[in-house]
């Protein structure tokens, strides 16, 4: 099966952080770009960060620019995003995402990320 497992998620206050986790299975990570998004209710999906294949580079919402670091261990095949300095705005329900060059795309089940007081 190719599948992408999240962990991580919870309750925090503002000011707070959390690391989620993807542990992927099924296909060979390595080769795979990564990336994480989140969706508020009644919002569109939208992208929060993304680690490369092939350099390692990272892209990053707008939002959350500063304050979230994606990173990935291969040997691990889990990609991680560590959330520093959590807002209320931050409260997602966050998604694991691999994509393929021919358009097959496989998410995750998804995690919820609550920031309150």
């Known amino acids: 099966q190719v599948q992408l497992v999240e962990s991580g998620g919870g309750l925090v206050q503002p000011g707070g952080s959390l690391r989620l986790s993807c542990k992927a299975s099924?296909?060979?990570?390595?080769?795979?770009?990564m990336s994480w998004y989140r969706q508020a209710p009644g919002k569109e999906r939208d992208l929060v960060a993304q680690i490369m294949l092939h350099d390692g580079s990272t892209n990053y919402g707008d939002s959350v620019k500063g304050r979230f670091t994606i990173s990935r261990d291969n040997a691990q095949n889990t990609v991680y995003l560590q959330m520093n300095n959590l807002k209320p705005e931050d409260t997602a329900v966050y998604y694991c995402n691999a994509a393929w060059v021919n358009g097959y795309v496989i998410w995750g089940q998804g995690a919820q990320v609550t920031v309150s007081s």
């Open positions: 099924g296909f060979t990570f390595s080769m795979r770009s």
